[in-house]
């Protein structure tokens, strides 16, 4: 019988911890503890290699890539795997994506393209009648973003989605001089506007008159955001420069803080959310096998009614 022998480690809190942590987990050394040429070893030698390969991966996509590379394990197994290579952070935007351990996305822009990116079905299409699926699709289909979620509420890893705008997008230089609890290295006007292509990208796949009515107000709405963002960069490279010219230590501290600050209280709205998505399930997915669709429960509810705020 296969043992993981995660009791003898040395092994620092690891799951859901809190975005404002001041230092993420060291490596463990696994390598002591865990036979060689054994089944344990080569299997967390695999998800290592993953985790070197991208450092920060949504659970149901490591897993899949695991089966893809002949590596067949236990849920346990797959957890304790997780458990000595990984972390993940229990809001933020990289929430409830394991996290290579040593790694900190908060202080490399890079991380800005592992961020996740959700999506909320608007009510008028909750009740449409969706297209059921066998266990045989992957996870790897849904970021194709060629049919519709069948939940009312999903999220996804940017990397992954297959979307020219969108990863065009997320692969410009990050202007953002701090890594926020709700934008991560985006600025507002990009967040939204990656949203919006996804929720795009959804709604061109539903004939629905409202979806149509709903696509055409999410493509103005992108446009309008375009300019936001637009300008957004305008201004932050402006006060860049300024800050260059005049007291750069002192002046980008402050800047720092202000945007830590300003984070602290425009994120209430969003830490609200995120408890809710706590009762979703997403942090325990089962497995592949079991879950035909890859998507959350319908817990996670967003109120009556729908207007243009929605697709903004």
Not at 26 to 49: F, G, L, T, Y
């Amino acid at each position: 019988m296969t043992v993981f022998l995660c009791s003898q480690m040395d092994i620092e809190p690891t799951l859901a911890l809190p975005f404002n942590i001041q230092a993420v987990p060291k490596k463990v050394n696994w390598e002591d503890h865990i036979p060689r040429n054994s089944s344990e070893w080569d299997s967390q030698m695999a998800v290592c290699k993953l985790f070197d390969e991208r450092p920060v991966w949504p659970r149901q996509s490591l897993y899949e890539r695991l089966l893809d590379d002949g590596v067949h394990v236990s849920t346990s197994q797959f957890k304790s795997l997780l458990f000595k290579a990984g972390y993940y952070f229990s809001t933020g935007p990289f929430g409830k994506f394991w996290i290579k351990k040593e790694y900190d996305p908060r202080k490399d822009p890079e991380s800005r393209i592992y961020q996740r990116i959700d999506f909320r079905m608007p009510p008028e299409l909750r009740n449409l009648q969706t297209k059921r699926h066998d266990g045989s699709e992957k996870w790897s289909e849904m970021c194709k973003l060629e049919r519709m979620p069948s939940k009312s509420f999903i999220f996804l890893q940017l990397f992954e989605l297959k979307d020219d705008f969108i990863q065009a997008e997320i692969r410009k230089p990050s202007h953002q001089s701090t890594c926020s609890h709700s934008t991560g290295w985006f600025s507002k006007p990009m967040i939204k506007s990656l949203r919006l292509q996804l929720c795009i990208r959804f709604l061109s796949l539903c004939p629905n008159e409202d979806a149509k009515t709903l696509l055409r107000s999410s493509h103005q709405l992108l446009e309008r955001s375009k300019k936001q963002e637009a300008i957004c960069r305008s201004e932050q490279l402006k006060e860049r420069k300024d800050v260059d010219e005049e007291a750069p230590a002192e002046h980008v501290g402050s800047e720092d803080q202000m945007d830590t600050n300003n984070s602290d209280s425009e994120d209430a709205d969003d830490e609200e959310e995120e408890d809710k998505e706590e009762s979703d399930g997403y942090d325990s997915p089962a497995m592949a096998e079991d879950v035909p669709d890859f998507a959350l429960h319908e817990s996670y509810t967003l109120g009556e009614g729908f207007s243009t705020g929605y697709l903004e």
